[in-house]
């Protein structure tokens, strides 16, 4: 079935080092790829996406790339702060039934260390 | 922040004890969602609905039990539930499914 993994599960980095996450998807007809952070006590909250016809988007300190033919994403952020540390979730939509979904990653624990 | 609202944040409640827990959102979208959220496990999609139509049901228990009055607000009944239902129950909206879904900050459910 449908199936969206992503790499590493933790990820440690000294303030100002750039945090890169992975993720990889199973459905080749997937379009639309988002990336949420969810805070401690809070819900994900959506801070960059990208669709199948770009490679790659930027937004300030953080970017996201996408191959198509590889079938995997990731998410790029540079200059680290200590407010980035969060749960980073990847996401891929999936077309299937009567309902077109996202199929969310396990997610990456993000520590940046001040 | 205030886009998508739950309630409560918190419940606890006895495996014989009925509940509900409830979602609005104030973006004017037309989907709304029903995830749970354990530890070490990805987001599970539980319901979707669009235009108040259940579109779709992920295979959950039917102690799960959604109800969706209008487009702006969605409700999950909660009976007879396990402790291993406990987890945090997201809600979330679109404009269309599944395009940029917004959260709401959850509601941290313990089953006892």
């Known amino acids: 079935g449908e199936n969206v993994e992503q790499h590493p599960s933790t990820l440690s980095v000294q303030e100002g080092d750039s945090a890169v996450i992975k993720c990889t998807y199973s459905?080749?007809?997937?379009?639309?790829f988002p990336w949420y952070k969810q805070e401690l006590g809070k819900g994900p909250q959506l801070i960059i996406d990208?669709?199948?016809?770009?490679g790659e988007k930027k937004d300030q300190r953080i970017a996201v790339t996408l191959n198509k033919t590889a079938k995997h994403f990731s998410l790029h952020i540079t200059e680290t702060q200590p407010e980035d540390s969060a749960v980073y979730f990847c996401?891929?939509?999936?077309?299937?039934?009567?309902?077109?979904?996202?199929?969310f990653g396990t997610g990456t624990l993000l520590a940046v260390q001040p | 922040e205030t886009g998508v609202t739950q309630t409560p944040r918190h419940l606890v409640m006895g495996m014989t004890n009925k509940k509900s827990l409830k979602c609005e959102q104030h973006?004017?979208?037309?989907?709304m969602y029903w995830y749970k959220q354990s530890a070490k496990k990805p987001l599970e999609l539980m319901f979707v609905?669009?235009?108040?139509?259940?579109?779709e049901n992920n295979s959950v228990p039917s102690r799960f039990s959604p109800e969706c009055p209008n487009s702006s607000h969605l409700f999950l009944h909660l009976h007879t539930l396990q402790p291993e239902d406990s987890a945090l129950y997201l809600c979330?909206?679109?404009?269309?499914?599944?395009?940029?879904?917004?959260f709401g900050p959850g509601t941290r459910l313990t089953v006892t």
């Open positions: 979330a909206s679109s404009q269309d499914t599944p395009r940029e879904q917004y």
């Open positions: 459905d080749s007809a997937s379009n639309y």
């Open positions: 990208i669709r199948s016809n770009v």
């Open positions: 996401a891929a939509s999936f077309y299937g039934g009567a309902t077109n979904k996202l199929i």
């Open positions: 973006l004017g979208h037309n989907a």
């Open positions: 609905y669009n235009f108040k139509e259940q579109t």
